[in-house]
């Protein structure tokens, strides 16, 4: 994150000491006031879930444009803290205290999002779910259960590899495909089915496709028998929507139905997203 040019000035902020802890942008009259050394270590933080949970300083440093003795400085920080670990290498990662805040981030999402799904289960029959990126891993962070006797039910907190869902790879298709080269190389692509794509050429070509067409489906992938379709939203934060059942009932009629209001619910959504974040403290 940059500072904006028009900042009037840049006072340090101290400490009860004197010691300097940060700096304050001062933005022009009617703007805001942004603390830099926050704005540069959540740039550090979202870098490294970019970059798959882990990178060394120099690879920070080329992709947040920081100077390295700023990255170190920032870095050190957030290692005492607990939300940084230091590998045995020059390899950082997320730390374990990050889960809570996302745990419970997700489920204020969930909560927020789920009279989305509810619309998208009284129209479809079938189950309707709510997940994100994070780090190598897809998250559900709400369900909405279909109406059948049997329906496909994901426990919300579930971690599965993106490879092999539809939610996971309509995520990754919203990314650059280098970024997407760098998530999967931390990340074992292993086969859950017979049907599972796990040849990286054949993976590229399946997320080109998904951009073309705008959503992404898991036909057998993940669990045989199970089918899914989902869209991802284009937000600063990556979710994905989507709707599951079994392959009896997940037809490609029902398919077809379902993609025009996945699109309708993740646009609803992401406008609520936008009015969130615009609403004043």
């Not at 270590?41 to 798959?52: H, P, Q, Y």
């Not at 005492?80 to 489920?107: K, W």
């Not at 999002?113 to 897809?138: F, K, Y």
């Not at 092999?164 to 919203?174: E, F, I, R, S």
Request: hydrophobic residues 45%; aromatic residues 2%; proline residues 6%.
């Amino acid at each position: 994150m940059q500072t904006s040019p028009a900042a009037a000035d840049t006072p340090d902020i101290e400490d009860a000491s004197g010691r300097v802890v940060g700096t304050t942008t001062v933005a022009p009259a009617g703007g805001s006031t942004t603390v830099q050394a926050v704005e540069r270590t959540v740039a550090l933080l979202e870098a490294m879930a970019d970059a798959g949970g882990q990178a060394t300083l120099s690879s920070l440093a080329l992709r947040s444009g920081l100077p390295m003795p700023t990255i170190h400085r920032l870095m050190r920080t957030l290692v005492g803290c607990g939300y940084v670990r230091q590998g045995p290498g020059r390899e950082y990662s997320l730390g374990p205290r990050l889960v809570r805040l996302g745990d419970s981030a997700g489920r204020l999402v969930g909560m927020w999002a789920r009279p989305r799904l509810v619309e998208l289960v009284d129209a479809l029959g079938e189950s309707a779910n709510l997940a994100v990126l994070d780090g190598t891993q897809v998250v559900y962070i709400a369900q909405e259960p279909g109406r059948h006797a049997m329906r496909m039910f994901t426990e919300v907190g579930r971690r599965v590899p993106p490879h092999c869902t539809a939610v996971g790879k309509a995520l990754l298709a919203l990314m650059p495909a280098e970024q997407v080269q760098e998530l999967l190389r931390h990340t074992e692509m292993t086969a859950q089915t017979e049907s599972t794509i796990i040849d990286p050429a054949a993976f590229a070509a399946e997320l080109e496709r998904i951009r073309r067409c705008g959503y992404a489906l898991d036909d057998g992938e993940q669990e045989l028998g199970v089918r899914c379709v989902a869209v991802a939203l284009d937000a600063p934060v990556l979710v994905a929507v989507s709707v599951s059942g079994p392959s009896t009932r997940m037809t490609d009629d029902l398919v077809a139905a379902a993609v025009p209001r996945l699109r309708s619910a993740a646009r609803a959504l992401l406008d609520g997203m936008a009015r969130n974040a615009a609403s004043p403290a």
